[in-house]
């Protein structure tokens, strides 16, 4: 596949990768956690500091994974052109402020890791447990990272109104999150589920040509008319 050089095109590859390499990482992220892999109901007090080199590069790519949702989150947006604009953007503007919370949070299992191998495990996981429960960090993180998923979630719902497809994306897409820390069994199906959602908007930017994405396609005397939102906009556009 050629590399675009244009605009249009470098946007529309960007946006559409990092959906597709978000859920990747997330689940990697997930996998790699020591914790995590404790199981729902298994003693995780110390595990991070025992398993330092782990825990680092399990916040690394968890970090990433919200990071690369952004781009992700802006060529969604970009895909609502003539219906349910307004609702799409208050949407995409919460899920943009709001994940970005969780790339932050995951600085926490680095002073996780120093806690409970400088101290005894259990005072250093409860001395963690409680400088995350400081109102500054529930209001001014863990709130507002749920707060953007809820974002997220209703920016795909817009999408899927917006362009008559894809209904079952923002599903799959908060299932998964949701789903995937709870190791093993939903680890996987929750990666899978996060993947299919966000790998199949991704996939559709990927695949559409610029001037859909852009919401316009070009006559042959060199007009700029509009096209409709939705999988066949090209061929009613053509027939015009």
Not at 129 to 139: N, R, S
Not at 157 to 177: D, H, N, S, T
Request: glycine share 14%; aromatic share 8%; charged share 15%.
């Amino acid at each position: 596949m050629s590399l675009p050089s244009d605009p249009h095109g470098i946007r529309r590859t960007v946006a559409g990768l990092c959906l597709i390499v978000a859920p990747v990482l997330y689940t990697a992220g997930l996998l790699v956690d020591p914790a995590i892999r404790q199981g729902v109901d298994g003693d995780t007090i110390g595990t991070y500091g025992l398993h330092p080199e782990q825990v680092s590069i399990s916040a690394a790519l968890l970090h990433w994974s919200w990071v690369l949702l952004i781009p992700g989150i802006i060529g969604m947006i970009q895909l609502i052109h003539h219906r349910g604009v307004v609702l799409g953007h208050l949407a995409g503007g919460l899920a943009l402020l709001g994940v970005v919370n969780f790339s932050a949070l995951m600085l926490g299992d680095f002073f996780y890791v120093q806690l409970e191998s400088t101290m005894r495990p259990v005072e250093g996981a409860a001395l963690g447990d409680e400088a995350l429960a400081d109102p500054g960090a529930v209001f001014g993180f863990q709130i507002p990272g749920f707060a953007g998923l809820a974002g997220l979630f209703l920016l795909g719902l817009v999408l899927a109104y917006a362009r008559r497809e894809l209904w079952w994306a923002p599903f799959a897409m908060l299932l998964g999150i949701f789903g995937a820390p709870m190791y093993p069994i939903g680890t996987v199906v929750g990666g899978l589920l996060y993947l299919a959602g966000a790998g199949a908007i991704g996939l559709r930017m990927l695949r559409m040509s610029n001037a859909e994405w852009a919401g316009e396609e070009r006559t042959a005397a060199g007009r700029v008319q509009h096209v409709p939102d939705g999988p066949e906009s090209g061929k009613r556009a053509a027939t015009r």
